[in-house]
C-alpha cells in the first residue's frame, strides 16, 4: 500500500541550527502539507502546497520556515534558525485530488532541539 | 473558544466492548469530518472520513455527524487490543485557497484490556 515516507525519523540540533526535513508524498498525489505535534499537544496545521506554490499557510509558520519541491517526488520543510520551542514531532501529508480533503500521513520527524 | 473539544481520556475498556469517542466543534464552516488513529510515536492513521450528517459504517467502526449539534461521534464495536491506541478526531472547509487545513482534537487515548 502507497504511504508517506519521512525522514529522518529523529533529528537533534542545536539551537541556531539550521534543519530540513524530507518527505516523499504517495505518489500521485497534488497537494502535500506539514504539520506539527509538540508533545501532549494537538497535531497543528503548519502549511499547504500545491503546484510548486503555497496554497495556505498558519501563523505558526514565519519566515523562519520554507517548503520546497525540488524534484518530483520530494518534499521538504527547512527550519532556518531552529529553537527550543521547535522541538516537536513534524508530519507531512498528502492528499491526492483538489476536492478531497482525506489526509495520508507520514510516520514523522520527531525534532529535538538542544 | 477552542475550535474543537475532545475528552483526552483516558479511556479504559475490556476486550469486547463498545467504545465512544466523541468531539464537539464551534466552526460552523466545517464540512468534512475525520477520524484518525494513533499508536504512540507514529504518525496519525485516517480511519474515517464523512461529509454529510448521518452515519457512515467501516467493519467494527461507525462515524456519526450531527452538524445541528455539532457533535461527531466513533462507535468501534467488538473493541480488541489492538484498538488500543489515541484517536483523533479532525475536521476541515475548503477554504478557497485549493486546500484543506486539518483542525484537530487533542485526542482520546483508548485501552483496551484484555
Known amino acids: 500500500e502507497p504511504e508517506v515516507t519521512q525522514t529522518p525519523s529523529h533529528q537533534v540540533t542545536q539551537m541556531g541550527q539550521e534543519v530540513i526535513l524530507r518527505c516523499v508524498p504517495i505518489?500521485?498525489?497534488?497537494?502535500f502539507y506539514w504539520y506539527r505535534q509538540i508533545l501532549g499537544q494537538k497535531v497543528e496545521f503548519l502549511v499547504s502546497?500545491?503546484?510548486?506554490?503555497?496554497?495556505?499557510k498558519s501563523e505558526i509558520f514565519d519566515d523562519q520556515f520554507s517548503v520546497e519541491r525540488p524534484d518530483g517526488s520530494n518534499f521538504t520543510l527547512k527550519i532556518r534558525s531552529t529553537k527550543l520551542e521547535d522541538s516537536a514531532m513534524y508530519f507531512c501529508a498528502s492528499s491526492e485530488l483538489v476536492d478531497s480533503p482525506q489526509a495520508f500521513f507520514g510516520q514523522g520527524t520527531r525534532l529535538t532541539v538542544v | 473558544q477552542k475550535e474543537v473539544e475532545q475528552d483526552p481520556g483516558p479511556l479504559s475498556v475490556p476486550e469486547g466492548a463498545i467504545v465512544s469517542l466523541n468531539c464537539t466543534y464551534s466552526n460552523s464552516a466545517f464540512q468534512y469530518f475525520m477520524w484518525y488513529r494513533q499508536y504512540s510515536r507514529k504518525g496519525p492513521e485516517l480511519l474515517m472520513y464523512t461529509y454529510s450528517s448521518g452515519n457512515k459504517e467501516d467493519g467494527r467502526f461507525t462515524a456519526q455527524v450531527d452538524k445541528s449539534s455539532k457533535y461527531i461521534s466513533l462507535f468501534i464495536r467488538d473493541s480488541q487490543p489492538s484498538d488500543s491506541a489515541t484517536y483523533l478526531c479532525?475536521?476541515?472547509?475548503?477554504?478557497?485557497?485549493?486546500?484543506?487545513?486539518?483542525?484537530f482534537g487533542k485526542g482520546t487515548k483508548l485501552s483496551v484490556i484484555p
Open positions: 479532525a475536521m476541515s472547509s475548503y477554504s478557497g485557497a485549493g486546500s484543506y487545513q486539518l483542525t
Open positions: 505518489s500521485n498525489h497534488l497537494y
Open positions: 502546497f500545491y503546484n510548486n506554490e503555497i496554497s495556505e
